[in-house]
């Protein structure tokens, strides 16, 4: 079999796309600081809202002001800080400024990689948190690519294609066992098989979504070389089906959009690394 080889123009364009993963913050969007440290970012219509719930007589919040148009969320240990931005994000939700409610807490982790306070997941979203996820390229020898088609019920990009395995690292959760956990769920992938599994590098995108907010994330990527006698098999329902493409196919899924922005960079780093 002749190895598929990517010419001048694709590997450009494929370059482009990570380059370009990490975009500038929309201007109309106003910033969260901790301490005099920039983590966040919200829309006018977040802080408007954040504005007026922290000035009610009736709440006692010591650690999240509004000011100046940006939020100063005040050091202080996690815990409590994070009882805090849990009161703020059950008040979005309430009002509905908050959809698709996971039940599931990312954590901040600053430069220092330290947690500074755990809050629900699509809350990061919200006030554009850096958060992080882990997203492996499952693959054959001969030139094939293991790809997944998220459910159409999925809350984010229903329908999409995806890396073979993806997921946000939760809070409590080590990379390699947010790994583990996600080629268990999400493809039916055995522990003897997952620890084939080869860390390879990371990528930081930045993008402001439709609804006002900011996904900021950093992606971990895997590749996870498998036999031809493993097929993924979904268990919890968040794809709808997989396919076996080659190298070529995945290029040309890559530069149509069809893979969601995160997937599509993960591709197009592995196609690089491959090609």
């Known amino acids: 079999m002749i190895q598929f080889k990517m010419n001048v123009s694709a590997r450009s364009a494929l370059t482009e796309i990570i380059e370009t993963a990490y975009r500038n913050i929309p201007s109309d969007l106003m910033p969260v600081f901790f301490m005099n440290e920039v983590i966040g970012h919200v829309s006018p219509q977040i802080f408007s809202a954040l504005q007026q719930f922290l000035e009610k007589d009736d709440q006692d919040l010591q650690l999240i002001h509004c000011t100046n148009q940006k939020i100063i969320i005040t050091q202080a240990p996690p815990y409590q800080l994070s009882i805090e931005l849990r009161i703020i994000a059950e008040y979005l939700r309430d009002i509905q400024i908050i959809k698709g409610w996971r039940g599931e807490e990312f954590s901040f982790i600053d430069e220092h990689q330290l947690e500074r306070f755990r809050v629900e997941r699509v809350f990061f979203r919200t006030l554009g948190f850096h958060s992080r996820a882990v997203h492996v390229n499952g693959y054959q020898s001969k030139g094939k690519l293991w790809i997944a088609r998220r459910s159409h019920t999925k809350q984010i990009d229903p329908n999409l294609l995806d890396n073979m395995t993806a997921g946000g690292v939760s809070a409590n959760e080590t990379l390699f066992n947010c790994v583990m956990r996600e080629l268990e769920e999400e493809a039916g992938i055995s522990a003897d098989q997952a620890l084939q599994i080869n860390p390879i590098s990371s990528v930081t995108i930045r993008r402001g979504i ?12 895997y590749d996870l070389e498998m036999s031809e ?25 890559v530069l149509t959009e069809q893979f969601t922005i995160d997937a599509g960079v993960v591709t197009a780093d592995f196609l690089l690394r491959h090609c």
């Open 229 to 253: 006698k493993i097929q993924p098999l979904n268990q919890d329902n968040e794809v709808s089906e997989f396919y076996l493409i080659d190298f070529e196919e995945a290029l040309h899924f």
């Open 210 to 221: 439709q609804d006002g907010s900011l996904h900021h994330e950093t992606l971990y990527t």
